[in-house]
């Protein structure tokens, strides 16, 4: 497989209910294997490896690990040894990495990395970051979309002039335990649905501001991609809940930003061929032969929302099934960026990540024990394997009710997630404010003079179609991406 350019990544971790490769033939045009209604592990490793993203373990499950009788959170100010700025001190980058126990497991430890805003620090909000898959480490994006540094091809380090850091104090988590650098010695410490992860989350905010109790009062938003569309709106809900309770730190949550992201399959699922169909991927005969499959496909995805378990795995082999179908008609593209031809079986390589945050000096610097950075994990992925088609949109119009902001972007060339699905969701979506948010105008959104978007909005739900963009805006489109996040949590018009 061919190095991408730098600008080049996999559209997140998505590895996700989409592709799951079986054969060489197949690589070529991205076909999809149906022969299973499962996901064996040996396809998921197929996937990674091909990504140039498979390391020697796909979770980090250590022995003989001393359990401790509390939760606890480590951390230590960092500063990167391929970091050349020679006035940028610990104190001035404001750089940290930590562990925290998760107190509801055996003896897991998640670990994230906090960067402190280079704007003001003491007022600007408290953005985290999650990252989709599932099982998908946050310093993917951290890297390659909008963290502080981007990764040079000799693996030095680069300021990123358009980081989410320019506005926010961010946080990059390795969710659910197992991804990245977070680990545990029992595997019964993998999680298998969004809810339980969402435990986990819960308790490490708590930690984070009770370490942190300066940046309680800022504003807190949850921000991420792709499967991050399930993690999102259940995490916040959690939130929600567990503010009710006196006896917990209060969580400032503000709002909500989804990016191409996953939440309603029954609806997005079907999307995939309309938009395929509208930019001229495939036939209007090939469509029309789509019609039972689909329909099909829908139905398993609803008995999947109301069973929980038998019909989800089915369910993923009928959409693997119609999206393989739709890659063949539209030959090697990139389905992140059909704009682009796939350079390898997946389209881009990001494997510099893994070469970066594997050397000893990195994992010294952060505070890493000796285990080696799981980029994508297999073994999370096929653990959530009954969570994939579940509609987290429903959790939405109660969060709105509640007052929380959300924002749903999505880069316009992305196949796999795309803006036509996201649209629909939203619309279809039972609110106090659905009729007003279906009739409001599509506007420009304008950067720099120049049209960057299309947006749509009604009270506290936001819609934004990114031009010139793929599943992954901030790396398309960074200067766009930061000041649409910048505006939307000013309460500004885009």
Not at 202 to 210: K, N, P
Not at 231 to 258: C, D, H, M
């Amino acid at each position: 497989m061919q190095p991408a350019s730098s600008n080049g990544f996999l559209s997140l971790l998505l590895i996700f209910s989409f592709p799951i490769f079986s054969t060489a033939e197949n690589r070529k045009v991205g076909k999809f294997s149906s022969s299973s209604a499962e996901f064996p592990r040996t396809q998921v490793e197929t996937i990674i490896r091909e990504l140039n993203l498979f390391p020697e373990l796909n979770v980090n499950i250590v022995e003989n690990e001393p359990a401790d009788p509390e939760p606890n959170l480590v951390e230590k100010h960092f500063r990167f040894p391929n970091f050349s700025d020679s006035g940028a001190t610990l104190q001035k980058l404001g750089h940290h990495a930590g562990y925290f126990r998760l107190p509801h497991s055996r003896s897991a430890r998640m670990f994230y990395f906090f960067f402190e805003s280079r704007n003001n620090r003491t007022t600007d909000p408290v953005v985290v970051w999650l990252t989709g898959g599932p099982g998908c480490s946050g310093s993917l994006a951290l890297f390659y979309e909008n963290g502080p540094f981007h990764l040079a091809d000799n693996l030095s380090l680069i300021w990123n002039d358009f980081s989410w850091d320019k506005v926010s104090n961010l946080i990059y988590v390795d969710q659910p335990m197992g991804t990245g650098f977070s680990y545990s010695s029992s595997r019964g410490d993998i999680r298998g649905s969004t809810e339980a992860a969402g435990i986990d989350f819960y308790d490490f905010l708590q930690a984070f501001f009770r370490r942190h109790p300066q940046y309680a009062k800022n504003e807190f938003y949850i921000t991420g991609e792709s499967y991050a569309g399930h993690y999102i709106p259940a995490f916040s809900l959690r939130i929600q809940r567990a503010n009710k309770n006196e006896k917990s730190t209060y969580i400032n949550i503000k709002g909500l930003v989804i990016g191409n992201g996953m939440i309603n399959p029954e609806i997005q699922y079907k999307a995939h061929a309309d938009y395929a169909l509208q930019m001229k991927l495939i036939n209007q005969s090939y469509y029309n032969g789509l019609s039972n499959s689909v329909s099909l496909c829908q139905k398993l995805v609803k008995l999947c929302g109301k069973n929980g378990s038998l019909t989800c795995p089915l369910a993923s082999r009928f959409r693997n099934s119609v999206f393989a179908g739709i890659l063949r008609q539209a030959g090697d593209i990139n389905y992140y960026d059909i704009r682009k031809r796939c350079e390898g079986p997946l389209c881009y390589d990001f494997s510099n990540v893994e070469k970066f945050l594997n050397q000893e000096s990195v994992k010294k610097a952060v505070g890493v024990r000796d285990i080696k950075f799981v980029s994508c994990s297999s073994v999370v992925h096929n653990a959530m394997t009954r969570d994939l088609m579940k509609n987290y949109g429903v959790h939405i119009p109660a969060l709105l009710q509640e007052g929380l902001k959300l924002f749903i972007y999505a880069g316009e060339y992305d196949l796999i997630c795309n803006w036509l699905g996201n649209l629909r969701w939203l619309t279809a979506m039972k609110w106090s404010g659905q009729k007003n948010f279906q009739s409001a105008p599509s506007i420009p959104f304008v950067v720099d003079g120049l049209n960057a978007g299309l947006t749509k909005r009604h009270g506290r739900l936001t819609f934004l179609k990114v031009h010139n963009a793929g599943h992954m805006v901030p790396m398309d489109q960074p200067k766009v991406s930061l000041e649409m996040l910048r505006r939307w949590m000013r309460g500004q018009p885009l």
